[in-house]
C-alpha cells in the first residue's frame, strides 16, 4: 500500500480532525503517502485532492469540523457519478481509501468498493452514535457533553422562574444523545424515538413534578421522536396543563461543533491508526470500530443493515431516576 486516500462525508463531527491526523501519522509509519480528498465524495469526482504531510495535520487534534470539509453529493449516489470518482483516484494511483462518517457515507464506500475493487476501510463518524459495530462513534461523547452543558446553564433559568423548559437534541432516527444528556442532567422526562410515549404517562409525570416543584424542569426531546419535536409536545402540554410556563430551546447544530471531548480525541485517533494497518494487512470493505474497548472490524454491509440498539436498561433506569 504505497498511497492513501483519507475523506471526510456527511455531517461534521469533532474528533474527524484528530481521525485525519492519525490517518496521516499512521501512513508515515508504514511509509504510505496520504492525500486528503476535499469535500468527501464531491472531491472525487471532481478531482479536490491535495497531500497531506506532518505540517498539514500539525495542531489540529484539538479542532472541531473538519479540515478535509464536507459535502453532500447526489452525482456520486450513480453508477456514473462512482465511475468519475474511481477515475480520479486511479489517476492519482489511490491504491486504499479511508472514509469518515455515518451511515450514508459507508453506504457509498461499499458501493464504490464493489464495483471498482477498491480496498476501503471506513471509520464510524456521527454524533448519532447509531452506527452497528461500535460501542461509541467519533463525536457521539463531545456532542452529549455540549448538551449536558447547555442543559445546565437552562435547568438554572427554570429554576429561578418555575419554567418547565422542553430542550430538542438532534436525533432524527436515533435517541443515544438525549437519553445518555438526559439521565446526565437530571431531565423530569427524556423522549426518544427508539422508546414510545404515551402522552397520559407524560402528563402523569408533569403532574407529579408540579406538586413538588411548581412546575420547573427539563424534558429532553430527540428530533425524532413520537410527538415530532420539541414544539408539537409544547402545544401538547399547554393543552393540557395551560397554567404551565414553558419554553422550548432547540440545541441544532451546536451540538456539532466546538473541540472534541478528550475521549473522542482517544477514540478518533486508535480508530484511524486501525484503518491504515487494516488496509495495510489487506482488509478492505470493513468498518472499524470498538466495542468492550477492543478493536473490531465489521462487514460494511452488516454496518448498514443493522441498526444500533438503544440500551434497554439504561432507559428504564432514565425512568426509575426520573420519578
Known amino acids: 500500500m504505497k498511497k492513501i486516500g483519507v475523506l471526510t462525508s456527511g455531517g461534521d463531527t469533532p474528533g474527524m480532525n484528530a481521525a485525519i491526523r492519525?490517518?496521516?501519522?499512521?501512513?508515515?509509519?508504514?511509509?504510505?503517502?496520504?492525500?486528503?480528498?476535499?469535500?468527501?465524495?464531491y472531491g472525487l469526482i471532481h478531482d479536490l485532492i491535495k497531500p497531506l504531510d506532518g505540517n498539514a495535520v500539525y495542531n489540529i487534534i484539538h479542532r472541531g469540523g473538519t479540515i478535509l470539509k464536507s459535502a453532500r453529493c447526489d452525482e456520486f449516489k450513480t453508477a456514473e457519478g462512482r465511475v468519475k470518482a474511481f477515475e480520479t483516484i486511479d489517476r492519482h494511483n489511490i491504491e486504499g481509501l479511508v472514509v469518515i462518517g455515518g451511515d450514508g457515507t459507508l453506504t457509498g464506500a461499499r458501493l464504490l468498493g464493489k464495483e471498482h475493487d477498491l480496498p476501503i476501510i471506513g471509520l464510524p463518524g456521527t454524533i448519532d452514535n447509531d452506527l452497528y459495530g461500535t460501542d461509541y462513534t467519533i463525536g457521539y461523547d463531545t456532542a452529549v457533553n455540549t448538551v449536558v452543558a447547555a442543559v445546565d446553564k437552562i435547568r438554572d433559568t427554570a429554576h429561578s422562574h418555575d419554567r418547565l423548559f422542553i430542550v430538542e437534541v438532534m436525533g432524527r432516527d436515533a435517541g443515544f444523545i438525549a437519553l445518555?444528556?438526559?439521565?446526565?442532567?437530571?431531565?423530569?422526562?427524556?423522549?426518544?424515538?427508539?422508546?414510545?410515549?404515551?402522552?397520559?404517562?407524560?402528563?402523569?409525570?408533569l403532574e407529579k413534578g408540579r406538586s413538588h416543584d411548581e412546575g420547573a424542569g427539563i424534558i429532553i426531546v430527540a428530533e425524532g421522536d413520537d410527538f415530532g419535536g420539541a414544539m408539537e409536545v409544547e402545544k401538547k402540554i399547554k393543552k393540557r396543563f395551560p397554567d404551565f410556563d414553558i419554553r422550548v430551546s432547540i440545541l441544532g447544530h451546536i451540538q456539532r461543533g466546538g473541540a472534541p471531548s478528550a475521549y473522542d480525541?482517544?477514540?478518533?485517533?486508535?480508530?484511524?491508526?486501525?484503518?491504515?494497518?487494516?488496509?495495510?494487512?489487506?482488509?478492505?470493505?470493513?468498518?472499524?470500530?470498538?466495542i468492550n474497548r477492543k478493536i473490531e472490524f465489521t462487514p460494511f454491509e452488516q454496518t448498514i443493515k443493522y441498526n444500533s440498539p438503544i440500551n434497554v436498561e439504561l432507559h428504564s433506569i432514565a425512568e426509575i431516576l426520573a420519578l
Open 265 to 290: 480525541r482517544v477514540l478518533a485517533s486508535g480508530l484511524g491508526y486501525q484503518a491504515v494497518k487494516a488496509l495495510v494487512e489487506g482488509r478492505r470493505g470493513m468498518m472499524v470500530g470498538s
Open 180 to 205: 445518555r444528556s438526559g439521565i446526565a442532567t437530571g431531565a423530569e422526562k427524556i423522549l426518544i424515538p427508539e422508546a414510545r410515549t404515551f402522552i397520559e404517562d407524560l402528563y402523569d409525570s
Open 22 to 41: 492519525a490517518v496521516v501519522k499512521a501512513g508515515m509509519h508504514y511509509d504510505a503517502e496520504v492525500v486528503g480528498i476535499y469535500k468527501g465524495y
